[in-house]
Nanobody
Framework: QVQLVESWGGLVQAGGSLRLSCAAS????????MAWYRQAPGAQRELVAA???????TYADAVKGRFTISRDNAKNQVYLQMNSLEPEDTGLYYC?????????????WGQGTQVTVSS
C-alpha cells in the first residue's frame, strides 16, 4: 500500500507562485508514474501534469510554460512548481501515483491540498 501526502498549498495573489510537494510512503516510488490533478468547485478532476518513472513529462495546455513537475526518487517526493498563478488555477490539488503491473495497474491518491488564487 502506498500513501501520498500533499503539502504547501495555500492562498496566493494572481501572478504569484507556489510549490506543492507530495511525499510517498513505501519503497516502489521510483517505478511509479506520478501526477498532479486538480478539481475546481463544480468541475471534474483534471490532469495538471505528469512525470513517468523515466522522466517523461506531460502538461495540460492551460499550465504549459507556467507549471513544472519534478520528482526526487531519493526522497520519495514529487513537486509541482506553479508560477504566474491565475484565479482559474484555484482548486483542490491531488497527488496521484500509478504502478503498472503486467496484468493491471494500481492507482493511489492523496487527500489533496487547497490552492486559492485571488484576483
Amino acid at each position: 500500500q502506498v500513501q501520498l501526502v500533499e503539502s504547501w498549498g495555500g492562498l496566493v495573489q494572481a501572478g504569484g507562485s507556489l510549490r506543492l510537494s507530495c511525499a510517498a510512503s513505501g519503497d516502489i516510488f521510483s517505478v511509479m508514474a506520478m501526477a498532479w490533478y486538480r478539481q475546481a468547485p463544480g468541475a471534474q478532476r483534471e490532469l495538471v501534469a505528469a512525470i513517468t518513472s523515466s522522466g517523461t513529462l506531460t502538461y495540460a495546455d492551460a499550465v504549459k510554460g507556467r507549471f513544472t513537475i519534478s520528482r526526487d526518487n531519493a526522497k520519495n517526493q514529487v513537486y509541482l512548481q506553479m508560477n504566474s498563478l491565475e484565479p482559474e488555477d484555484t482548486g483542490l490539488y491531488y497527488c496521484n501515483a500509478v504502478r503498472r503491473l503486467i496484468v493491471n495497474s494500481q492507482t493511489y491518491w492523496g487527500q489533496g491540498t487547497q490552492v486559492t488564487v485571488s484576483s
